[in-house]
Nanobody, 122 residues
Framework: QVQLAESGGGLVQAGGSLRLSCTAS????????TGWFRQAPGKEREFVAAIDWSGSVKNYADSVKGRFTISRDSAKNTVYVRMHSLQPEDTAVYYC???????????????WGQGTQVTVSP
């Protein structure tokens, strides 16, 4: 099992930026894929971005392409998502998940963090 801890959420005005972090611990963290998903009140969890274990393959949801950048620091067992040009519709709880392969489907990730709240004011 992999333990994940998200951080970096907060309140920001529209047009602002945030950087979320997802730090992993536990067994075999060096070869996991990491996905970021978000869930707004009353909505289903949706894919945001994902990165494979090497950091060379990255996928993004169409809604965040060009605004969000995912990266990983293997030495720190941490995956980041830098978010720019944030809009009120980006408001949600953001979760990171660990899985065997990179995927845009939440059910392909076995372990999850507790989530971090991102709120974007108009």
């Amino acid at each position: 099992q992999v333990q994940l801890a998200e951080s970096g959420g907060g309140l920001v005005q529209a047009g602002g930026s945030l950087r979320l972090s997802c730090t992993a611990s536990g067994r075999t963290v060096s070869n996991i894929a990491t996905g970021w998903f978000r869930q707004a009140p009353g909505k289903e969890r949706e894919f945001v971005a994902a990165i494979d274990w090497s950091g060379s393959v990255k996928n993004y949801a169409d809604s965040v392409k060009g605004r969000f950048t995912i990266s990983r620091d293997s030495a720190k067992n941490t995956v980041y998502v830098r978010m720019h040009s944030l809009q009120p519709e980006d408001t949600a709880v953001y979760y990171c998940g660990a899985g065997r392969v990179i995927s845009d489907r939440w059910y392909n990730y076995n372990d999850w963090g507790q989530g971090t709240q991102v709120t974007v004011s108009p």
